[in-house]
């Protein structure tokens, strides 16, 4: 009975992908413009509309933080590296800070790493406190507005709250110096401690030659119905799966791990790129982690992302259509994905393959080196641009003060 479930099963997954391809060949059409809440912003060029003044900071910072470990330059929040050295040499860059309409002070503080790579940011809170101190000390901008006009690349788990655990990093909040900052961060989560009003949510960064690599021609067909590789339980701190990712994993394991039309699994091929350009839906149990590079990889191959985040905040959501190339799913109904994902019509399916066809949308999810117009850089200036001009109410009156030096705990309080 059980095999000819299967059977069934891949039947109608057959079915389905042949629907799709059917629909295609009577509805050949060019890729769509993509046009986000704020319009169509996501080919924008900001050279012209902002100037950016970085200060120069003593390399204990920053270049020496990365000569001790190079591995820095590839894990996932490598953006405020890359971002660092790409406004060095863009044209919006200005050595006249008066004419500056934002400031930016480049600290690498997910740079201490774990003999598995993995960030630490025990350190960051001191680190970020003891640069703002330094230019508060040594130039005027920031005082006359307590950083109002100042922003920070802040890639942590979350954020400025500068902890991996929710749980302390809701105890802990955001650095109270960064309170009146702009925050460009890959943590998005709606009503969250750790996500202040008007930050700038990226991607993380993904090795785009890495991904180019394994580019395989457009009109392979997309033979695998669904698609997931990685863990579904943390084993190590949260075996039963219902902190991991907020349960999502877990429970996409325990519903379809012997469905046919799931082709999911801990392990990782060395055909994993190729796969998810055979695929028609890439899994993206988010949980609480909008920096998972499962979301820029299944923008990057074309394959539509089912995202699983209650509330999430995705990356440059004002200049990405996200509702229109991606499936969102609800936490609570993940018992439901096969009939909620085999429901989609045919040609719903087509026009967000089209949308995730338009090089600008790939574009803007990576980091590359050299840079490209339209690329993550230049979205995070479009998205600094849009929020010119500044309103005159950031600046402070002579002898006021808002943000308080020494709020927070105690420890970050150390001189570092």
Same mark, same amino acid.
């Given at each position: 009975m059980k095999i000819w479930r299967w059977v069934f099963v891949g039947l109608v997954c057959s079915a389905f992908l042949l629907r799709i391809d059917a629909v295609e060949l009577r509805r050949r059409q060019p890729? &769509? /413009?993509?046009s986000g809440s704020a319009g169509d912003v996501l080919e924008d060029d900001p050279v012209g509309r902002l100037k950016v003044f970085v200060y120069e900071l003593p390399s204990k910072y920053n270049k020496k933080i990365l000569q001790k470990d190079p591995r820095c330059l590839t894990h996932m929040f490598a953006a405020e590296i890359f971002m660092h050295r790409f406004l060095l040499s863009s044209p919006v860059r200005t050595l006249n800070p008066e004419e500056a309409d934002w400031f930016y002070t480049p600290v690498y503080t997910t740079c201490d790493l774990t003999p598995n790579g993995l960030p630490l940011p025990f350190k960051s809170p001191r680190m970020m406190r003891s640069a703002i101190q330094l230019i508060s000390s040594n130039w005027p901008y920031w005082n006359r507005t307590d950083g109002a006009d100042h922003f920070f690349v802040v890639p942590h788990d979350f954020g400025a709250c500068f902890h991996y655990?929710?749980?302390?990093?809701? &105890? /802990?909040?955001?650095?109270?110096?960064l309170q009146r900052a702009t925050l460009v961060q890959t943590f998005g989560q709606r009503n969250h401690v750790c996500l202040k009003e008007g930050s700038i949510t990226i991607p993380p960064y993904a090795p785009p030659q890495k991904m180019q690599a394994h580019l395989i021609p457009e009109k392979t067909p997309r033979s695998i119905f669904v698609y997931f590789r990685g863990l579904f339980y943390d084993v190590g701190n949260d075996p039963e799966g219902g902190y991991y990712a907020r349960g999502a994993r877990a429970a996409v394991w325990e519903n379809f791990k012997d469905n046919p039309l799931f082709d999911i699994s801990t392990e990782h091929p060395t055909t994993y790129y190729e796969d998810m350009q055979r695929a028609v839906f890439c899994l993206c149990p988010l949980g609480w982690a909008p920096w998972s590079p499962r979301l820029v990889e299944a923008v990057i191959f074309g394959c539509i992302p089912v995202i699983i985040a209650d509330d999430i905040v995705l990356p440059f959501a004002d200049a990405i259509p996200w509702e229109d190339i991606g499936v969102f799913v609800d936490e609570k109904d993940v018992p439901n994905l096969d009939t909620i994902l085999t429901s989609i019509p045919p040609e719903v399916i087509l026009r967000k393959q089209r949308l995730l066809a338009n090089p600008s949308m790939k574009q803007a999810m990576l980091f590359p080196q050299p840079v490209q117009s339209g690329d993550a850089f230049h979205q995070v200036l479009n998205g600094l641009a849009r929020k010119l001009p500044h309103d005159t109410s950031i600046y402070l009156k002579p002898g006021e003060k808002i943000l308080n030096w020494t709020a927070g705990p105690v420890g970050?309080?150390?001189p570092w």
């Amino acid at each position: 009975m059980k095999i000819w479930r299967w059977v069934f099963v891949g039947l109608v997954c057959s079915a389905f992908l042949l629907r799709i391809d059917a629909v295609e060949l009577r509805r050949r059409q060019p890729t &769509e /413009r993509i046009s986000g809440s704020a319009g169509d912003v996501l080919e924008d060029d900001p050279v012209g509309r902002l100037k950016v003044f970085v200060y120069e900071l003593p390399s204990k910072y920053n270049k020496k933080i990365l000569q001790k470990d190079p591995r820095c330059l590839t894990h996932m929040f490598a953006a405020e590296i890359f971002m660092h050295r790409f406004l060095l040499s863009s044209p919006v860059r200005t050595l006249n800070p008066e004419e500056a309409d934002w400031f930016y002070t480049p600290v690498y503080t997910t740079c201490d790493l774990t003999p598995n790579g993995l960030p630490l940011p025990f350190k960051s809170p001191r680190m970020m406190r003891s640069a703002i101190q330094l230019i508060s000390s040594n130039w005027p901008y920031w005082n006359r507005t307590d950083g109002a006009d100042h922003f920070f690349v802040v890639p942590h788990d979350f954020g400025a709250c500068f902890h991996y655990q929710e749980e302390k990093a809701i &105890e /802990r909040g955001i650095l109270p110096m960064l309170q009146r900052a702009t925050l460009v961060q890959t943590f998005g989560q709606r009503n969250h401690v750790c996500l202040k009003e008007g930050s700038i949510t990226i991607p993380p960064y993904a090795p785009p030659q890495k991904m180019q690599a394994h580019l395989i021609p457009e009109k392979t067909p997309r033979s695998i119905f669904v698609y997931f590789r990685g863990l579904f339980y943390d084993v190590g701190n949260d075996p039963e799966g219902g902190y991991y990712a907020r349960g999502a994993r877990a429970a996409v394991w325990e519903n379809f791990k012997d469905n046919p039309l799931f082709d999911i699994s801990t392990e990782h091929p060395t055909t994993y790129y190729e796969d998810m350009q055979r695929a028609v839906f890439c899994l993206c149990p988010l949980g609480w982690a909008p920096w998972s590079p499962r979301l820029v990889e299944a923008v990057i191959f074309g394959c539509i992302p089912v995202i699983i985040a209650d509330d999430i905040v995705l990356p440059f959501a004002d200049a990405i259509p996200w509702e229109d190339i991606g499936v969102f799913v609800d936490e609570k109904d993940v018992p439901n994905l096969d009939t909620i994902l085999t429901s989609i019509p045919p040609e719903v399916i087509l026009r967000k393959q089209r949308l995730l066809a338009n090089p600008s949308m790939k574009q803007a999810m990576l980091f590359p080196q050299p840079v490209q117009s339209g690329d993550a850089f230049h979205q995070v200036l479009n998205g600094l641009a849009r929020k010119l001009p500044h309103d005159t109410s950031i600046y402070l009156k002579p002898g006021e003060k808002i943000l308080n030096w020494t709020a927070g705990p105690v420890g970050d309080l150390k001189p570092w």
